[in-house]
C-alpha cells in the first residue's frame, strides 16, 4: 500500500515535470495577439487524470503551474496568466474525462469528448477574459485592445480556446490510441 502510493507520487512528480516542461514549447495562433499562445502541457496532465484519478491529475495541474509560477517570478501578471492558464486546464481536462472515463475510448467518443471539452474551454474562458482576466491585464500591465472587450473576447479568445482545444483533441488521441493499453495497466495498478 505504502509503496503503491509512493509509486503513484512519483508518477504524479513526473508528470508534472513533464507538463511543466511542456509549457515552453509554445506559439501564437492568432495574429496580433502573441501573448495568447498554445502549449501542449495539458498532456500529461490528461494521462495523469486517466492513469492515477482526478484528484491525482488535478494534483499534477497544480505542481505543473506552482513551479512555473515559482520558476518565472513572483509578479501580478504573471500570476493573472498561471490562474488563468489553470482555470483553462482544469477546464478543459475535467470535461474531457468527465466524458471519457467512463465510456470505451474509441475515435468517436474521443472526438466527441473533445468537442464537449472545447466548448466548455470556450464558453468558460471567454466567460473568465470578459469578467476578470482581461480587465486585471488592462489595470495591471496596462494592457491596450484595438477594440472593446467584448469584441476581444468574440473574435480573439473564443477563436484561440476552440483552436486550442481541436489541437489538444488530436494530440491528446493520437498518444491515447498510441498508449491505450500501457495508460489502462497503469490505470489498474494504480
Do not use: C
Not at 483552436?163 to 490505470?187: D, M, P
Amino acid at each position: 500500500m505504502v509503496q503503491t502510493r509512493t509509486r503513484k507520487y512519483v508518477v504524479a512528480a513526473a508528470l508534472a515535470g513533464l507538463a511543466y516542461l511542456l509549457y515552453y514549447i509554445s506559439f501564437p495562433v492568432i495574429p496580433g495577439f502573441t501573448w495568447m499562445k498554445v502549449d501542449f502541457s495539458d498532456l500529461p496532465i490528461l494521462l495523469a487524470f486517466f492513469i492515477l484519478g482526478p484528484a491525482d491529475g488535478l494534483l499534477v495541474a497544480v505542481l505543473r503551474s506552482l513551479l512555473y509560477f515559482v520558476l518565472t517570478g513572483f509578479n501580478a501578471a504573471n500570476f493573472i496568466g498561471i490562474a488563468a492558464g489553470f482555470l483553462a486546464t482544469v477546464t478543459f481536462v475535467f470535461s474531457l474525462y468527465r466524458f471519457l472515463a467512463a465510456r470505451d475510448k474509441s475515435v468517436t467518443n474521443i472526438i466527441m469528448a473533445g468537442a464537449i471539452a472545447t466548448i466548455a474551454l470556450a464558453v468558460v474562458m471567454s466567460l473568465a477574459n470578459w469578467a476578470v482576466v482581461t480587465p486585471l491585464y488592462m489595470r495591471v500591465i496596462g494592457l491596450q485592445l484595438p477594440f472593446s472587450i467584448g469584441r476581444y473576447v468574440l473574435t480573439v479568445v473564443a477563436p484561440f480556446n476552440v483552436i486550442k482545444g481541436i489541437l489538444l483533441t488530436v494530440a491528446f488521441g493520437l498518444i491515447y490510441r498510441h498508449l491505450e493499453n500501457w495508460i489502462e495497466h497503469k490505470h489498474h495498478e494504480y
